[in-house]
């Protein structure tokens, strides 16, 4: 029989193995020794079954329940209100792991691109990727946009909307679209180069199938989403459409559900693990030496998550936050050569401008891989240092 393994970290009074066998269940047949030999029977195929319960410190416990499979559908509501749902509710546990049965990962597509399809499309193999973020965009106009896309466009891999810009009345989702296929089919005329851009795929959750059809029509190449505030089952849909787009999951709202010690999923779990297997091609996620620092444990699950063998594609991590060029060495050292490099300000706020703050990452690569940089990169390591 398949089983979902669910990892816990509880800190509460009592017996391990009694409050693992609570859970087991409580949360599969809800109840067993008031049952009649009859309906033990018949429910013992859907009882959860306790893997390990072990007494971790004073009143903490690491235990492991397993679920049957048939339990529950194949979709990840299912999954995390049979392991999580009213447990949640019930003091300080926190998930920190899933482990999935292959027979039943095989329902789940996972990344469209993954990480060779990302690097094919941009005819890049020998290096991390960079990517910048539109800066000071809410409010303005379209001419603003293209210069901004333009200038971007010139110097980094990827581009990527703020999840914070929506369907607005000044730069409307389509226009986007269709403004910046042209930019970037100028850029691809006067420097060769492909570049992608991720616009920001918003409104209400009922739309964001047609919506995202309609940027595939438009000539879309990438779509950024905020999977945390709609759920891993809408991101799950969006790449059950196969639009041959690759999906860049932000990581908005995980810090409600993830930043606890004591309560809510596990980053790598969440961040990487499960959204990887809802169909992100890229995850982007805080650097643990950023503006808005992980601990360097989490960061080092959601890239080990991002990049671990599977029947499916692996995502390229995408350390972000307070990323400058001085940190490039850094994040190759921790992270590896298949990751993508994101900045705002570590692009915009260069001394010469933004085209040259994109060259600066470039050239840190270079200057990593231990052939020279240029002035870009000299620049910046006097406003930023290295570290």
């Not at 306790?50 to 048939?70: D, F, L, S, T």
């Not at 094919?120 to 946009?145: C, H, N, Q, T, W």
Request: glycine share 10%; with cysteine.
């Amino acid at each position: 029989m398949s089983e979902i393994i669910a990892t816990y970290h509880i800190k509460k009074q009592g017996d391990s193995q009694t409050l693992a066998n609570k859970i087991a269940i409580g949360l599969t047949v809800g109840s067993w020794t008031d049952l009649t030999l009859e309906d033990q029977a018949h429910l013992k195929k859907y009882k959860g079954s306790v893997v390990e319960a072990v007494e971790i410190g004073e009143n903490e416990h690491r235990i492991k329940i397993a679920y049957p499979e048939h339990n529950v559908t194949k979709d990840f509501s299912s999954i995390l209100t049979t392991v999580f749902g009213k447990l949640s509710l019930d003091g300080k546990v926190k998930l920190l792991d899933l482990e999935l049965h292959q027979d039943y990962v095989k329902h789940f597509k996972g990344p469209a691109f993954g990480i060779g399809g990302i690097r094919d499309v941009l005819k890049v193999y020998e290096r991390p990727l960079v990517m910048s973020i539109f800066k000071g965009i809410i409010g303005r106009d379209v001419a603003f946009f293209k210069s901004q896309l333009y200038e971007q466009a010139l110097s980094v891999d990827i581009i990527k909307d703020d999840e914070i810009l929506y369907d607005v009345p000044e730069l409307p989702f389509e226009t986007r679209i269709q403004e910046g296929k042209k930019i970037l089919e100028q850029v691809k005329e006067e420097t060769g180069r492909n570049v992608l851009y991720a616009v920001n795929l918003s409104g209400p959750v009922f739309s964001l199938k047609e919506k995202a059809i309609t940027a595939q029509k438009l000539g879309a190449n990438a779509l950024l989403f905020n999977v945390h505030a709609y759920g891993l089952d809408a991101l799950k849909g969006l790449r059950e459409l196969d639009l041959g787009i690759p999906i860049l999951a932000h990581p908005a709202l995980s810090g409600a559900l993830c930043g606890s010690d004591d309560y809510g999923l596990d980053y790598g779990l969440l961040l990487s693990k499960l959204t990887r297997l809802a169909g992100a091609d890229l995850i982007l996620f805080p650097a643990p030496y950023g503006s808005v620092p992980l601990s360097t444990e989490d960061a080092n699950r959601i890239v080990q998550y991002a990049l671990e063998e599977q029947p499916y594609k692996k995502s390229l991590p995408v350390p972000s936050a307070g990323i400058h060029p001085g940190l490039v060495a850094q994040l190759i050292d921790d992270f590896g050569k298949d990751i993508v490099i994101n900045a705002g300000g570590g692009v915009h706020g260069h001394p010469r401008g933004t085209v040259a703050g994109g060259r600066a990452f470039l050239e840190a690569i270079e200057v990593y891989y231990g052939r020279s940089g240029g002035q870009a990169y000299e620049e910046a390591v006097k406003l930023w240092g290295t570290s």
